[in-house]
């Protein structure tokens, strides 16, 4: 059981490794790489659907890229500001930066402006839903530790 192995700290007590791997005192917080893949995920769907089912061309290539690195660079500044906002805010920015990265990708796909306007506002009134009641209901434990150091 190596996970579990005693470590030395600097003052030379013996300390025990959390179970898991993790460290208990940050407890798990998504940084940069969350967005990096949500950001590659994307710019791979803007690709395909510009494509149209033709030959891949550098416009294709270039689009994809671009829509990668401005939704990667978007999502990881709203990931950044929104815990400091308040909880409806903080659901409307997430569900107003989703629904608009949808319509604009469903819009690539020749529907009409209507059709994309109304699958956007589906896609960001579901996201809101969902955030809002995340942000209300569910509270991380890292949060709950700095509660609990509040109230001693």
Same mark, same amino acid.
């Given at each position: 059981?190596?996970?579990?192995?005693?470590?030395?700290?600097?003052t030379g007590q013996t300390a025990r490794r959390p179970a898991g791997g993790a460290d208990a005192r940050r407890g798990v917080?998504?940084?940069?790489?969350?967005?990096?893949?949500?950001?590659?995920?994307?710019?791979?769907?803007?690709? %395909?659907?510009?494509? +149209?089912?033709?030959?891949? &061309?550098?416009?294709?290539? !270039?689009?994809?890229?671009?829509?990668?690195? $401005?939704?990667?660079?978007?999502?990881?500044?709203?990931?950044?500001?929104?815990?400091?906002?308040?909880p409806e805010v903080r659901a409307a920015s997430w569900a107003v930066f989703l629904g608009a990265a949808f319509g604009f990708?469903? %819009?690539?796909?020749? +529907?009409?402006?209507?059709? &994309?306007?109304?699958?956007? !506002?589906?896609?960001?009134?579901?996201?809101? $839903?969902?955030?809002?009641?995340?942000?209300?209901?569910?509270?991380?434990?890292?949060?709950?530790?700095?509660?609990?150091?509040?109230?001693?």
């Amino acid at each position: 059981m190596a996970h579990a192995a005693p470590t030395t700290t600097r003052t030379g007590q013996t300390a025990r490794r959390p179970a898991g791997g993790a460290d208990a005192r940050r407890g798990v917080r998504p940084g940069w790489h969350w967005p990096a893949l949500l950001g590659v995920a994307y710019g791979l769907w803007a690709f %395909a659907i510009n494509r +149209h089912g033709g030959p891949v &061309t550098w416009q294709n290539i !270039l689009f994809g890229i671009v829509g990668a690195l $401005v939704f990667c660079a978007v999502c990881l500044a709203l990931h950044k500001a929104a815990p400091r906002l308040a909880p409806e805010v903080r659901a409307a920015s997430w569900a107003v930066f989703l629904g608009a990265a949808f319509g604009f990708l469903y %819009a690539q796909s020749n +529907h009409s402006i209507w059709r &994309t306007c109304v699958m956007g !506002l589906i896609a960001g009134g579901s996201t809101f $839903v969902w955030a809002y009641y995340v942000y209300e209901n569910v509270t991380p434990p890292w949060r709950q530790r700095q509660e609990r150091r509040r109230v001693e």
